[in-house]
T-cell receptor
């Protein structure tokens, strides 16, 4: 079973700050997903990456497959970024994802 | 497109009652999943399906049954509900990739909050 560790568990920051959330996993994977869960409960997929780096707007995700580590960065953070961010490695098959417990991010104005 | 929808949104059951949660997707996805989310724990896979008429067990399948009679629908049944099944249930769907990784991003439904008394 893939053990997934996210850090920090909770993060409070001021608007405009650069945010980094880290994810480490124990078993080699084919891809890793980053998900966002809004305060209302809905879950949205942000990224799926298997190597290198991806960027969507102010969000950047990186992965180092050899080191079994991924990071999610948010530039120029905004209160609307407040959410739980979940890391989910995948072995690449159809049998779903293994999820971290999430990082609860609060951005204060 | 509605994406992934779940019915009902909320439900309260008494111990021993049965119910079925319905998940529907209009994206013609092959793969569908049922997860449960509990406080302090990550989402956990209950059952999944890789196509119409197929189902497979996930990490926490006990006490649940599933069916995928139509490609667009994935049903999760609780035959005799227990308080330990109090949780938020999420359905998700995805399409198989052409190469590794074999599955693409997952699209999630809004969740069903179930309380078993």
């Amino acid at each position: 079973k893939n053990e997934v560790e996210q850090s920090p568990q909770n993060l409070t920051a001021q608007e405009g700050e650069f945010i980094t959330i880290n994810c480490s996993y124990s078993v080699g994977i084919s891809a890793l997903h980053w998900l966002q869960q809004h305060p209302g409960g809905g879950i949205v997929s942000l990224f799926m990456l298997s190597s290198g780096k991806k960027k969507h707007g102010r969000l950047i995700a990186t992965i180092n497959i050899q080191e079994k580590h991924s990071s999610l960065h948010i530039t120029a953070s905004h209160p609307r970024d407040s959410a739980v961010y979940i890391c989910a490695p995948s072995g690449g098959g159809a049998d779903g994802l293994t999820f971290g417990k999430g990082t609860h991010l609060i951005i204060q104005p | 497109n509605a994406g992934v929808t779940q019915t009902p949104k909320f439900r309260v059951l008494k111990t021993g009652q049965s119910m079925t949660l319905l998940c529907a997707q209009d994206m013609n996805h092959e793969y569908m999943y049922w997860y449960r989310q509990d406080p302090g724990m990550g989402l956990r896979l209950i059952h999944y399906s890789v196509g119409e008429g197929t189902t497979a067990k996930g990490e926490v399948p006990d006490g649940y049954n599933v069916s995928r009679l139509k490609k667009q629908n994935f049903l999760l049944g609780l035959e005799s509900a227990a308080p330990s099944q109090t949780s938020v249930y999420f359905c998700a769907s995805s399409q198989p990739g052409l190469a590794l990784p074999l599955a693409r991003e997952q699209f999630f439904g809004p969740g069903t909050r179930l309380t078993v008394l």
